[in-house]
C-alpha cells in the first residue's frame, strides 16, 4: 500500500483520526492521535516528533527529540474506537542524522531480513507463532512494604467448582493440565476467540484456526498462517491488541503472561521458521525427519545459542516459572521429530515440501517479537553458515527419563538473569552487519537487570512466609 492509498482508505471508511504507533525495546506498544486532515503524504517522508527520553531504555533528555514515520503497509481500521480511525505502524528515527534508530525494535527485524538476503543464505524467512494466553474473569494484585499478592479468578477454573459464590454453579469446569480441546459449554470462551479471530481477519490478519488450550482458567489460542519476518511481528502486535480488548469488551482481562498459575501449564509461543529462496522451500530434503541438511544446521545454530537467544525468547522473570518439567515446557536443548518434550521439533502433520520447518518451542509470548524473531533468525543463519550439527536426534519422552540420563542434556536457563549472563557471553551472532547493535545488547542487559531481577531479588515472596516465618 503506497501513501496515496492510504489516504484513499481514509476517505472510502470515512476515517476521523489516525493513530500512529510504535513498538519500544521491550515490546509495549505507544501512541499519539492525529485528526486525519493532518496525514499527508509529506507525512510518511518527514515523520511527526516525539520525546524519546520518556521511553524506556531509549535516548537522554538531553537528545529526546525522535521521529515517527508511518510505514504504508502497515495500515488497518482499528476496530475498538467509537471515532473512525486508522492506525499506522511507524519506524523511528533520529531528526538530526536521519539515520533509522538502532534502538527501534522494528529497525533491528528489517536489518536481520536485510541481512539474510545479502548473506546468500536464502531471500526469506516465513515465522509462524503460536502464542496462548488466559483469559480470566478477575485479576487483582499489589506490591508494597507491607504486602504482595496476586488473586487471579476464572468461571471455569477447577478451584471453582465448589464455589457457592456463582447462583447456580452450574459445573462444567476444567481440570488443571486438562484443558485441551474441550466442547461448550466446558469450554466458556468459544464466542470470545471466535470474536477475536473474526476481528484478526477484519484487521488484515490470516487465522489458521483457534481453540482453547491445555490451562484450566481460560487459556487460549488462535494460530496465524505464516509470513514473512517484518509482516509477523507486525501481525503479533495486532494480535495482542485484539485479544486484550476483545476480552475487555467482553468484561474480561486478558494477559499473555508466561504462568500466572501455579502447578498447571504456562503460556508458550511456539514459534514455526522456514526458509525460502526464489519461492522454493529450503528446509525439505531428505535427512532426518525429511529436513535439508540446512535445516539440521538451522536446528544447531538454535540449539547452540539458545541459552542467550532466551534473554530474547523469554524476557521476564515469570518466564522461568514455565519453563520448568512436568508442564509440556521444552526445558532440554534437543530436537525431535513430533516431540513435543525437545526445544526444537520437526512436525510431520504434513511433509509437503512447503510445509517442512523448524518449530522452536521455548519462546513465550511475553517476548517482543521484533527482538525475539531477529535473534532466532540470526541463530539459524550462524548454524547454517557455519555447519553447526544438531547432534543426535533424541527420539523418546525426555521428560520420563531417569536424572542420571537427563543430566546428560544441555538445558535452558533457569532465570532470566541467567539468561542475561548468556547473552553477555555469546551475542557476536548477533552483531553480524549491525542487525543486533552494542548499545542494544548492553541496554537491553542492564534494564533488566535494573528493573526486573534486581526489584525481584529484594522483595520477599509471599510463599517465604510460608517456608520461614518460624524458623
Same mark, same amino acid.
Given at each position: 500500500m503506497t501513501p496515496a492509498e492510504v489516504l484513499r482508505l481514509c476517505r472510502e471508511n470515512d476515517v476521523k483520526a489516525v493513530d500512529l504507533r510504535f513498538v519500544d525495546l521491550h515490546g509495549i506498544w505507544h501512541h499519539s492521535t492525529i485528526p486525519v486532515k493532518k496525514l499527508v503524504e509529506e507525512v510518511f517522508e518527514t515523520g511527526l516528533g516525539f520525546d524519546g527520553s520518556s521511553i524506556r531504555g531509549? $535516548?537522554?533528555?538531553?537528545?529526546?527529540?525522535?521521529?515517527?514515520?508511518? $510505514?504504508a503497509n502497515t495500515a488497518f481500521i482499528d476496530p475498538f474506537t467509537e471515532l473512525p480511525t486508522l492506525n499506522l505502524i511507524c519506524n523511528i528515527q533520529d531528526p538530526i542524522t536521519g539515520e533509522d534508530y538502532s534502538r527501534d525494535p522494528r529497525n533491528i527485524v528489517q536489518k536481520a531480513a536485510n541481512y539474510l538476503q545479502a548473506s546468500g543464505v536464502a531471500d526469506k524467512a516465513f515465522f509462524g507463532p503460536e502464542a496462548e494466553f488466559f483469559i480470566f474473569d478477575d485479576i487483582r494484585f499489589d506490591q508494597n512494604e507491607r504486602e504482595g499478592y496476586y488473586q487471579i479468578d476464572s468461571v471455569e477454573a477447577q478451584w471453582n467448582r465448589g464455589s457457592k459464590t456463582e447462583n447456580p454453579n452450574l459445573g462444567y469446569k476444567i481440570p488443571y493440565q486438562g484443558g485441551y480441546f474441550p466442547v461448550p459449554p466446558t469450554d466458556h470462551h468459544m464466542d470470545i476467540r471466535n470474536e477475536m479471530m473474526r476481528t484478526m481477519i477484519k484487521c488484515g490478519l490470516d487465522v489458521e484456526c483457534q481453540h482453547h488450550e491445555v490451562g484450566t482458567a481460560g487459556q487460549g489460542e488462535i494460530d496465524l498462517r505464516y509470513q514473512s519476518i517484518t509482516e509477523m511481528a507486525d501481525q503479533m502486535m495486532i494480535y495482542k491488541y485484539i485479544v486484550r480488548n476483545v476480552a475487555f469488551k467482553n468484561n474480561r482481562t486478558a494477559t499473555f503472561m508466561p504462568k500466572p498459575i501455579l502447578n498447571d501449564?504456562?503460556?508458550?509461543?511456539?514459534?514455526?521458521?522456514?526458509?525460502?529462496?526464489?519461492?522454493?522451500?529450503?528446509?525439505?530434503g531428505s535427512d532426518y525427519g525429511g529436513l535439508s541438511e540446512m535445516a539440521l544446521h538451522a536446528i544447531g545454530g538454535l540449539l547452540k545459542h539458545a541459552p542467550s537467544l532466551l534473554a530474547f525468547t523469554n524476557p521476564t522473570t515469570n518466564s522461568y516459572k514455565r519453563l520448568v518439567p512436568g508442564f509440556e515446557a521444552p526445558v532440554h536443548l534437543a530436537y525431535s521429530q513430533r516431540n513435543r518434550s525437545a526445544a526444537c521439533r520437526i512436525p510431520m502433520i504434513n511433509n509437503t515440501p512447503s510445509a517442512k520447518r523448524v518449530e522452536f518451542r521455548c519462546p513465550d509470548p511475553s517476548c517482543n517479537p521484533y527482538l525475539a524473531f531477529s535473534a532466532m533468525l540470526m541463530a539459524v543463519i550462524d548454524g547454517v553458515q557455519n555447519k553447526i550439527s544438531p547432534g543426535d536426534p533424541l527420539d523418546?519422552?525426555?521428560?520420563?527419563?531417569?536424572?542420571?540420563?537427563?543430566?546428560?542434556?544441555?538445558?535452558?536457563?533457569e532465570s532470566l538473569s541467567q539468561a542475561l549472563d548468556a547473552l553477555a557471553a555469546d551475542h557476536e551472532y548477533l552483531l553480524r552487519d549491525d542487525v543486533f547493535t552494542p548499545d542494544v545488547i548492553d541496554t537491553w542487559i542492564q534494564t533488566k537487570r535494573d528493573h526486573e531481577v534486581r526489584p525481584m531479588q529484594t522483595r520477599p515472596h509471599p510463599h517465604e512466609f510460608n517456608l520461614y516465618y518460624d524458623c
Open positions: 531509549w $535516548q537522554p533528555i538531553n537528545e529526546s527529540d525522535m521521529l515517527m514515520i508511518p $510505514q501449564n504456562g503460556s508458550g509461543m511456539h514459534v514455526h521458521i522456514s526458509l525460502w529462496k526464489d519461492d522454493t522451500p529450503l528446509f525439505a523418546c519422552d525426555i521428560y520420563s527419563l531417569d536424572e542420571e540420563a537427563s543430566a546428560t542434556i544441555a538445558r535452558t536457563p
